[in-house]
């Protein structure tokens, strides 16, 4: 057994396994950006003209949102968190776009897409591109409903109990096809198991593949400040499994996706998002590319 993976397994073992219906993380990313898009233009990271629309009103969002006028350092921790999560959405944008324009992939796969909205921010870029989104039932539902024609095609899957592959094959996804997946917040969240499982299905077919994925180093994890270790306690959606890039290295070329890259937040912010220069951050997740033998 590689060293990596009995890491991961200890690093797993530490939180128990949790299966929720609703995320609320997907829904406070959707806020961050909703905030992030009202800046001026010339100093908003990103601009997502939905995620206003996918505001989740659960009462424990707004017990956060409201709190923070109340209590300085949790308005500095969700300051904080908009900052890291909109560079990181924005270098994942850059990411995809380059995928689509540059290297000619003609299928964007979002897994753990929440309501992540690039197929609509980004319609006329991504034409050349067919996009599925993944998520658990619940997710993808409530945002048909409040968008309806502005999703693209969803696949509902459990990824800790059915795979990635099994999954898709619900869906117009063609393995012969370039294909790049992007999962972005999400692999934290899986066992050991459904992780080496999803890259194998990642990496599998006769077509070009490549991943996009974010991820939470260890000494992130160990820094975490008390208000967001009490913000993911309160609701419940508590990062399993942190990784170092050279773990995530080692799992990318097992699974066939050696061509390996990875930013910190510095490098994001100097790469692909430099208006963020300046802004007060605390923790971040870097953000990483996996290609396949062949491409360049
Ligand atoms: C932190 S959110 C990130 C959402 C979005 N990618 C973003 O960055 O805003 C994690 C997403 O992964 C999804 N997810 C978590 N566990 C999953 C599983 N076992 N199967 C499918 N989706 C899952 C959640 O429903 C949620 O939408």
């Known amino acids: 057994v590689p060293a990596?993976?009995?890491?991961?397994?200890?690093?797993?073992?530490?939180?128990?396994?949790?299966?929720?219906?609703?995320?609320?993380?997907?829904?406070?990313?959707?806020?961050?950006?909703m905030k992030e898009s009202?800046?001026?233009?010339?100093?908003?990271?990103?601009?997502?003209?939905?995620?206003?629309?996918?505001?989740?009103?659960?009462?424990?969002?707004?017990?956060?949102?409201?709190?923070?006028?109340?209590?300085?350092?949790?308005?500095?921790?969700?300051?904080?968190?908009?900052?890291?999560h909109c560079v990181r959405h924005r270098s994942i944008d850059e990411l995809v776009l380059a995928a689509v324009e540059r290297d000619r992939f003609t299928q964007v796969v979002m897994v753990g897409a929440g309501y992540d909205m690039?197929?609509?921010?980004?319609?006329?870029?991504?034409?050349?591109?067919?996009?599925?989104?993944?998520?658990?039932?619940?997710?993808?539902?409530?945002k048909r409903a409040l968008l309806g024609d502005?999703?693209?095609?969803q696949v509902a899957a459990d990824l800790s109990s059915e795979s990635l592959g099994?999954?898709?094959?619900?869906?117009?996804?063609d393995p012969s096809a370039p294909a790049v997946f992007v999962m972005e917040g999400l692999i934290h969240y899986l066992s050991p198991e459904s992780l080496s499982s999803l890259f194998s299905d990642v990496a599998r077919g006769p077509g070009a593949r490549r991943a996009i994925f974010s991820f939470i180093r260890p000494d992130v994890f160990e820094r975490a400040s008390g208000?967001?270790?009490w913000l993911f306690g309160l609701v419940r959606e508590i990062p399993r499994a942190s990784f170092t890039?050279?773990?995530?290295?080692?799992?990318?070329?097992?699974?066939g996706l050696p061509a390996f890259a990875s930013w910190q937040y510095a490098e994001q912010v100097a790469t692909?998002?430099?208006?963020?220069?300046?802004?007060?951050?605390?923790?971040?997740?870097?953000?990483?590319?996996?290609?396949?033998?062949?491409?360049?």
């Open 272 to 296: 692909f998002a430099p208006i963020a220069r300046g802004r007060r951050v605390g923790s971040t997740q870097d953000v990483a590319r996996a290609d396949g033998d062949g491409i360049k």
């Open 150 to 153: 502005h999703c693209p095609e």
């Open 38 to 84: 009202s800046r001026a233009p010339g100093a908003r990271i990103l601009d997502d003209p939905w995620a206003g629309e996918l505001a989740d009103d659960h009462w424990l969002l707004s017990l956060i949102r409201f709190g923070r006028f109340v209590l300085p350092p949790l308005k500095r921790t969700i300051d904080e968190l908009q900052t890291a």
């Open 118 to 142: 690039r197929a609509a921010r980004f319609a006329e870029r991504l034409r050349g591109a067919r996009v599925i989104e993944v998520d658990l039932p619940e997710i993808g539902a409530r």
């Open 245 to 255: 890039r050279d773990q995530l290295r080692a799992l990318c070329e097992r699974h």
């Open 4 to 33: 990596a993976a009995l890491t991961l397994e200890a690093a797993a073992s530490r939180v128990p396994a949790r299966r929720f219906s609703r995320s609320l993380i997907a829904a406070a990313n959707a806020l961050m950006r």
């Open 166 to 173: 099994r999954a898709l094959e619900r869906s117009s996804f």
């Open 227 to 229: 208000p967001l270790k």
